[in-house]
């Protein structure tokens, strides 16, 4: 008996115990996998010379066994697995999980080590024009999809409103005065970015109690998965209030932000500070846990109390003397959109992660004067719905060049405002996180059409050579361009938003062709929900921009006095606008219903429920302020081609304005929108007395409860089908040079002698020079432009002087600038009769006005 004991002891595998690790990745495992968990195995590693690392392999019984140093590359392994051998995909935009009957091999042992320290995922925003109402089955998802693609640095702001309450309580605010101060649910972001306060509120306490909850179980599930989150600390921002309650502080208001008043700032310097620091980080740890990774912003979007590097490098020591007060070797995250080199070099450098929201500022700070950070990628403003993002770029692993070209970027992050949207950019971004070199897009596309319709496709390929020729090409990385159902109504509308303006950078009826493609194997590739997300996808931008010239035609019938061909036109819009509604209310992604019905289950009362919704349709419309203080000026920052407000909110903006315009036919009256009061470009919201009263409308239309389908309606194949036979030889007739304002374009005649780029220019002037020689053949006017092509911000061009040696030759000193709008942007030259080949030199002065992300040409052209 004992032989047969001491026989079993060694033929008999000892039971192992599972880690920590190895628990949260097989639960993350039966999760995603359901039913087939059952064949993969997890495995515990160690990391490879401290870096994370990721194995998989065949294993006995046919088994897949997925092996990681921390739960985060356990699940990448998997994640990596179900891409590159089963032929799955797993987005925010649809899903394809249709595992084999039998799970492919790995073949030969696959082993990856992550060059990152760091990869962050979320902007504030993203939590607010996404998030704003998950629950935890909506976070359980996303944490396991950031876990599949190597996310170990999520922001965690969630719930950070009790910390908030709990502090407020503990230096003098009541309940209800600390309730007041906090937002509404769906403006959290910018209250905690500093920049308002008590909008869309008062904070229920039900709200308060639930989010203690949820908050708790995301934090846990973070650390399970052995992320290292990064939580926000304090930096001075203060309730207005807080000046009363302590009238010998520092409180200083800050200027207004986008119409709202200023918020208020307590002088990190002042002995107060201090105090309500050591409030906060208590509260903190006691509402997430340990603390190590803090992110502060002082002075976002604002300006220091007192001038002076002293004073800032005393601030910079101060507020991170309070964090190192709280926590073990506490590391400052800090922002680059405002950072400051005197708060920055205060902090030991090992102490400090700065994120590059978009990749854009390290060249300007000399790599951020050596302290890690993290290189990112933003592509979306506000949750705009625009097919865009340049995929050649994505390629390139931009990531990976900036860590080789400096050695402190110990990081990758992604910080869009908004996720759900142009899957295929965000899927080629992930691909980055763990890959250390560029793939090549074509092919890269080929298999990203296989695993996300499930099938061989050779008209889904065909298809997505003509979107990455299209939407997808170089340069379209930035703002997104406006649309034209989502813009407020005017004659000859300027843009759908603050930013860009109308422009389809390729040809309209190329993306009907990339449509008709997808739509063409519907009876192999619609099991695919992605599918069928690609297929409203594209299709929406389709009727989208057939929109444009279709407004156009309108404006043009209008001005020629035709009512009859104006009602024609306005019918073909209005239905148009009817018909985008139908195709998008075939995915929640696409619905207003499903947002008011997330937003609204929060509730616990009617008034409750009724705030939410509020807050919900707020923030996609008007933005703020409400109604009662002053005119919002970033109304529809926020606009998406959505079911519920395209064929509701736009839709009825729309009727109610060309009703206007054909009253005005009627009656022989006139239409102008010369010389209106504008906001960011466009006419303000009570920009006259018609803009006045649909102002009124909008509110109304905003603060009433609508009944809208918060479930899918339609069969979006079937509705594709129909519509691409209703409008396709609408959109052929469409002339593309009619869709597009070629305002990226050189004008007829000119040439391009000069061009800039992202990172090359700040917003301090400089001084450039280009050799003209060889252009200047010829006496007489000649006019030297700048264009804008891409990026984030707008450059100026000023002092332009044309010299031959020391002599002036001509010049033009005015300011101009080139961006979505080009203002004042060619200059004058007055060329003597000269020699050919006569040395001729041009300078100017130039600058950025905002970011050092500009991209553009510089022509040249003979005549004025």
Known sequence: MNRIWLLLLFVVPVLHAATPAEFAASSLVKRVAKDRAGEFHVQEIPTEDGKDVFEIEDGPGGKIVLRGNNGVSIASALGHYLKTRAQCHLSFCGDQMNLPATLPKVGAKERVVNEFQHRVFFNWCTLSYTGAWWDWNDWQRVLDFLALNGINRPLDVTGLE???????????????????????????????????????????????????????????????????????????????ELKRKFPDAGVANQPSWCAFPGSAQLDPLDPLFGKIAATWYEELRKFYGPLHYIAADPFHESSPPKPGDEYLVNVGKTIFENMRKAADKPVWVMQSWSIRKPIATAVPAESLLVLDLNGSRANSTEKFWGRPFVTGMLHNFGGRINLHGDLRSLAANPFHKTREAAPNATGMGLFMEAIVQNPVVYDLAFDSVWRSGPVDPDEWLKAYARRRYGAESAAAVEAWKILLAGPYKPGTMGTENSSMPAARPALDPKKSGPNAGFSIPYAAPELLRAWELLLQDAPVLSKSDAWRFDVVDVGRQVLSNACQPLQREIAEAFRNKDAARFAELVKTFDGLLADIDRLLATRGEYSLGKWISDARRFGRTDEERALYERNAVMLVTWWGPEKGGSDPVIFDYAWREWSGLVGGYYRMRWNDFHRHLAEVLKSGGTWTEEGLKQAHGRPALRANDYFSVLADKEWAWITTAHQLPAKVEGDAAAIGKELLGKYGSLIQTQVSTKVTPQQNALPQGAVQVGSWSADQYATQWKKITIDLTKHLDAGGPWTFGALYQGGRSRLHVRNVTLRFGSEIVSKDLHEGHTGNEHVDNTWKLDLPEIPLNTPMVLEAEVRTDGTTNSSGVYFLKQGK
């Open 162 to 240: 009790c910390v908030w309450y709990d502090t407020l309580l503990k230096h003098g605010f009541s309940d209800e005065e600390a309730r007041k101060f906090l937002v509404g649910p769906a403006f959290f972001a910018w209250q905690w970015m500093t920049n308002i306060q008590s909008h869309c509120g008062p904070l229920p306490k039900s709200w308060l109690d639930q989010r203690r909850e949820l908050s708790r179980k995301i934090s846990a599930r973070e650390r399970e998965l052995g992320m290292e989150p990064i939580y926000q600390g304090f930096s001075g921002f203060v309730p207005r």
